[in-house]
């Protein structure tokens, strides 16, 4: 579970990270890998693919990147689903496609939002979209509700094994709900989101269950879920992949939490585990100061 986990959370860092080199030396020639995967979305606009690619032998484990592709030519006929093997040349700068062979099709991996997380992030400064979610206490609720109170929204899983994933997630807004209580400028005016990406488990019952065994006070903070695709959709536009596995308990995710102003817009994104609690908090006390 725990190297699967961190895939995600690659994502789009990895490949410039492998194919940077180590400071300015004479351009290496470009080299070429075999890659066979699977098209998870086609991008007609900027020449690119998801590909969900195997383990690339000497260079890169299996996962899910968006790939440009060299010759416009090379997305004609392109389509989600399909299987392909294509050469990926990779330079000191950049990695791309400069052959795709179509090699059959397959239904796309069910019970995850890759292909959705090819469309557009949301990035600081866009509004938090309008989504209609339920909560713990079984009241429908929209995010658009939240607009003018500085809030914190990330996403988690109550069964999740990692220590340092979502228990850590909880365990700081925890943090963050009691440091609010106890600030005359923020208390009250900060509120608490989370929403659980695993509908399958996280009933309305378990996340009630869940809230109160972190002590969260309803009046600050909410958990939230809905139907699997409005999740997967929402997380997607957050920049949290989720991928299920059949049979397993265990959801292969990244972290993402969210600061938003009083005017429902996005103020900082926070990737991974690494956020302190402290900082969340200095710019929440910074946007109250000056909104
Ligand atoms: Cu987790």
Known sequence: VKDRTNVL?????????????????????????????????????????????????????AMTMNYAVADPALMKGRT??????????????SGKLTAITHTGSAPLPSGSNI???AGSLLDVGDPVPDVALIDQNNRRRSLSEWKGTLTVITFIYTRCPLPNYC?????????????????????????????SFDPDHDTLKVLAAHA?????????WTFLTGDQMTIDRTAAKFGV???????????????????????????????????KP??????????HQHP
Request: aromatic content about 4%.
């Open 115 to 117: 292909a959705a997380m």
């Open 167 to 195: 228990p850590l997630m909880d365990h700081n807004f925890v943090e963050i709900q009691q440091a609010v209580a106890r600030d005359p400028d923020l208390r009250g005016k900060v509120k608490l989101i989370s929403i």
């Open 9 to 61: 959370a690659l994502l789009a860092a990895l490949l410039p990270a492998l194919v940077a080199g180590c400071g300015r030396p004479p351009k290496p020639a470009a080299k070429d890998y075999t890659m066979h995967g699977q098209v998870l979305a086609v991008h007609a606009d900027s020449n690119t693919l998801t590909v969900h690619n195997d383990d690339i032998p000497g260079f890169m484990p």
């Open 278 to 287: 402290a900082a969340v908090l200095a710019e929440l006390r910074a946007a």
């Open 241 to 275: 992949g989720v991928m299920r596995t059949k049979g397993s308990p265990y959801i292969t995710h990244n972290l993402r939490t969210a600061v938003i102003g009083t005017d429902g817009r996005i103020l900082h994104i926070y990737s991974g585990n690494d956020w």
């Open 80 to 93: 989600a689903g399909e299987l392909i093997t294509a050469t990926l040349e990779v330079t000191d700068v």
């Open 212 to 220: 109160k065994s972190l002590g969260a006070d309803p009046a600050v």
